[in-house]
């Protein structure tokens, strides 16, 4: 089956400023032109009016619409996960992971449709009621970063559209056309959705310049934005400048610790996955491990067996666990940070460029296993590849402070057998990041749990659980069914 038949055709794409080069061999796969101010203008005024008309429809149908987007994403599960390889460089079962998240957050969004649920609450007075409802919000902006090209615009725009707004997606300017054909297919079944008005989701197209002129308008009123810390600190200033909402998922340094009673087999497996899937780019990739200095040997050298045996290569390929880097800007950065643990003093076991022959112009890489005494300043930031620093720990209370030592606070884990130490590690004085897992890695999250971090990592939460509440404004209503007007708490104003 071929998205030609919902209007994307991959051929065709061929002018435009924004080139989209393959991360795999660093062909050119399409070509995409920026948008403009005026044509942000006017997307913004029919988002507007998309808005006004899709918030008079009930919920449930809203839902409908979604779950028709569902079934049509599932429909071209294989060729939007192909989409994704070429362009992001995931791997394929990984890439094919993605798109299942949209076809998730769909499902779930289609439940939700009929679950946006208030409150009622008794009142002081008689003859009185209050509720709390939740009505749609307005046209909500979505920034994407490259490393999640489809699943964060998902998880956005089913809830957005659920809740009853219009939404306007700019992508990373490094996947234009993964975008573009996830909007085409959203288009498509908004074609046919009689309850669907013009212009109820919009995609534009561009670097930062743009995504600035988005998050400055008024008419957005949520910018939802994923990417780098620095992107969502100076989102974060336009959006209250203007009294606007933000959502802002941002930039991770996570961290997994080793325990004594830990199992060897499930964390070096977790250790692997977390710190190699999508090569190292994800915002909850394993960055800093902490062993228990008992197993602090058996885990580095089986660590040390597994990264050395890791299957890099071509992301089409089925059998490679690992694909190239994003591009040559992202090995350097690799490269840069590893040269600064190395002056530190760090002991560095792998992190080199692999060769592949006919796909020299691919940036791939072994996954660095950095051992280090102590915490020195590269470990605080992010840096987007694959680098595990690792550090040995001799207390449980030590090896938590140091997982929450850094700015950034989205994902965290525990490798133990003992309830003591994992109930203290979920606990108040425990790890201080969104997101807190037990005998799995920081990374690889399901939909249903609410996604996002603390600190720097910018204190959103898309996805599951109550989430959809941020799409939302809450009003409260106080229903007076007597026939006198008490005041709240009991204040007497006779005017005679
Ligand atoms: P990036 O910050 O370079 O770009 C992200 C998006 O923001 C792009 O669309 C870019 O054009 C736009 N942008 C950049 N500056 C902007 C500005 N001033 N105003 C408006 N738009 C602006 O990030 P990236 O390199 O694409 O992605 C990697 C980063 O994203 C990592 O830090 C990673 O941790 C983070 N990320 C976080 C999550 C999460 O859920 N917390 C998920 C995925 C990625």
Redesign the pocket.
Same mark, same amino acid.
């Given at each position: 089956m071929s998205l030609v038949t919902v209007g994307f055709d991959l051929a065709s794409l061929t002018t435009g400023d924004i080139a989209s080069y393959s991360p795999i061999d660093g062909r050119l796969l399409g070509r995409v032109a920026s948008t403009t101010t005026s044509e942000l203008n006017d997307a913004l005024s029919q988002s507007v009016s998309a808005f006004h008309q899709w918030r008079t429809v009930p919920a449930p149908r809203r839902g409908e619409l979604v779950r028709l987007f569902g079934a049509v994403v599932r429909k071209h599960k294989a060729e939007l996960a192909q989409l994704i390889t070429l362009e992001a460089g995931k791997v394929s079962s990984e890439a094919a992971g993605e798109v299942q998240e949209i076809i998730d957050i769909c499902d779930f969004a289609v439940g939700l449709s009929r679950q946006l649920y208030g409150l009622t609450i008794t009142s002081e007075r008689r003859e009185h009621h209050l509720l709390e409802r939740w009505h749609p919000l307005g046209p909500v902006g979505v920034?994407?970063?490259?490393?999640?090209p489809m699943a964060?615009w998902a998880w956005n725009a089913s809830l957005a559209l659920v809740c009853g707004n219009s939404i306007v997606w700019?992508?990373?300017?490094?996947t234009p056309l993964t975008a573009c054909a996830l909007f085409h297919v959203l288009n498509a079944v908004c074609a046919s959705f009689s309850d669907a008005p013009q212009g109820l989701s919009k995609l534009i197209q561009?670097? $930062?310049t743009?995504? !600035?002129h988005?998050?400055k308008d008024r008419r957005v009123t949520l910018l939802s934005?994923?990417?780098?810390? $620095?992107?969502?600190r !100076?989102?974060a200033a336009?959006v209250a400048r203007r009294f606007g909402r933000s959502l802002?998922?941002?930039?991770?340094n996570n961290a997994m610790i080793v325990s004594p009673s830990a199992r060897e087999d499930l964390a070096v497996r977790a250790i692997t996955f977390s710190v190699a899937a999508t090569t190292g780019?994800?915002?909850?990739?394993l960055r800093r491990l902490y062993i228990h200095e008992s197993k602090y040997d058996v885990i580095i050298s089986r660590l040390k067996k597994a990264f050395g045996s890791l299957h890099i290569g071509n992301p089409l390929s089925d059998d490679v666990l690992v694909g190239p880097l994003?591009d040559e800007t992202a090995f350097n950065t690799m490269q840069q940070s590893l040269a600064a643990a190395r002056v530190a003093g760090a002991r560095i076991t792998y992190g080199e460029r692999v060769t592949m022959a006919g796909l020299s112009n691919g940036y791939y890489v072994r996954p660095a296993l950095v051992e280090l005494d102590s915490m020195i300043d590269v470990c605080k930031e992010?840096t987007?590849a694959p680098i595990l620093y690792v550090f040995r720990y001799r207390h449980l209370e030590q090896a938590i402070a140091q997982n929450n030592e850094v700015a950034q606070g989205?994902s965290s884990s525990l490798m133990t057998q003992d309830l003591s130490e994992s109930e203290r590690f979920l606990s108040a004085e425990g790890s201080d990041c969104g997101i807190a897992n037990i005998n799995i890695g920081p990374s690889g999250a399901e939909i249903g749990g609410a996604?996002?971090?603390e600190k720097e990592?910018?204190g959103?939460r898309?996805a599951g659980s109550d989430s959809w509440k941020a799409y939302m404004r809450r009003q409260t209503q106080t229903i007076n069914y007597s026939s006198e007007l008490p005041l709240a708490q009991g204040v007497k104003f006779d005017i005679g």
């Amino acid at each position: 089956m071929s998205l030609v038949t919902v209007g994307f055709d991959l051929a065709s794409l061929t002018t435009g400023d924004i080139a989209s080069y393959s991360p795999i061999d660093g062909r050119l796969l399409g070509r995409v032109a920026s948008t403009t101010t005026s044509e942000l203008n006017d997307a913004l005024s029919q988002s507007v009016s998309a808005f006004h008309q899709w918030r008079t429809v009930p919920a449930p149908r809203r839902g409908e619409l979604v779950r028709l987007f569902g079934a049509v994403v599932r429909k071209h599960k294989a060729e939007l996960a192909q989409l994704i390889t070429l362009e992001a460089g995931k791997v394929s079962s990984e890439a094919a992971g993605e798109v299942q998240e949209i076809i998730d957050i769909c499902d779930f969004a289609v439940g939700l449709s009929r679950q946006l649920y208030g409150l009622t609450i008794t009142s002081e007075r008689r003859e009185h009621h209050l509720l709390e409802r939740w009505h749609p919000l307005g046209p909500v902006g979505v920034i994407t970063a490259f490393n999640f090209p489809m699943a964060v615009w998902a998880w956005n725009a089913s809830l957005a559209l659920v809740c009853g707004n219009s939404i306007v997606w700019k992508p990373s300017e490094k996947t234009p056309l993964t975008a573009c054909a996830l909007f085409h297919v959203l288009n498509a079944v908004c074609a046919s959705f009689s309850d669907a008005p013009q212009g109820l989701s919009k995609l534009i197209q561009g670097d $930062r310049t743009i995504g !600035e002129h988005l998050v400055k308008d008024r008419r957005v009123t949520l910018l939802s934005a994923t990417g780098s810390t $620095r992107m969502g600190r !100076e989102v974060a200033a336009q959006v209250a400048r203007r009294f606007g909402r933000s959502l802002l998922e941002l930039g991770g340094n996570n961290a997994m610790i080793v325990s004594p009673s830990a199992r060897e087999d499930l964390a070096v497996r977790a250790i692997t996955f977390s710190v190699a899937a999508t090569t190292g780019q994800r915002c909850t990739t394993l960055r800093r491990l902490y062993i228990h200095e008992s197993k602090y040997d058996v885990i580095i050298s089986r660590l040390k067996k597994a990264f050395g045996s890791l299957h890099i290569g071509n992301p089409l390929s089925d059998d490679v666990l690992v694909g190239p880097l994003i591009d040559e800007t992202a090995f350097n950065t690799m490269q840069q940070s590893l040269a600064a643990a190395r002056v530190a003093g760090a002991r560095i076991t792998y992190g080199e460029r692999v060769t592949m022959a006919g796909l020299s112009n691919g940036y791939y890489v072994r996954p660095a296993l950095v051992e280090l005494d102590s915490m020195i300043d590269v470990c605080k930031e992010e840096t987007f590849a694959p680098i595990l620093y690792v550090f040995r720990y001799r207390h449980l209370e030590q090896a938590i402070a140091q997982n929450n030592e850094v700015a950034q606070g989205l994902s965290s884990s525990l490798m133990t057998q003992d309830l003591s130490e994992s109930e203290r590690f979920l606990s108040a004085e425990g790890s201080d990041c969104g997101i807190a897992n037990i005998n799995i890695g920081p990374s690889g999250a399901e939909i249903g749990g609410a996604f996002g971090g603390e600190k720097e990592t910018g204190g959103g939460r898309e996805a599951g659980s109550d989430s959809w509440k941020a799409y939302m404004r809450r009003q409260t209503q106080t229903i007076n069914y007597s026939s006198e007007l008490p005041l709240a708490q009991g204040v007497k104003f006779d005017i005679g």
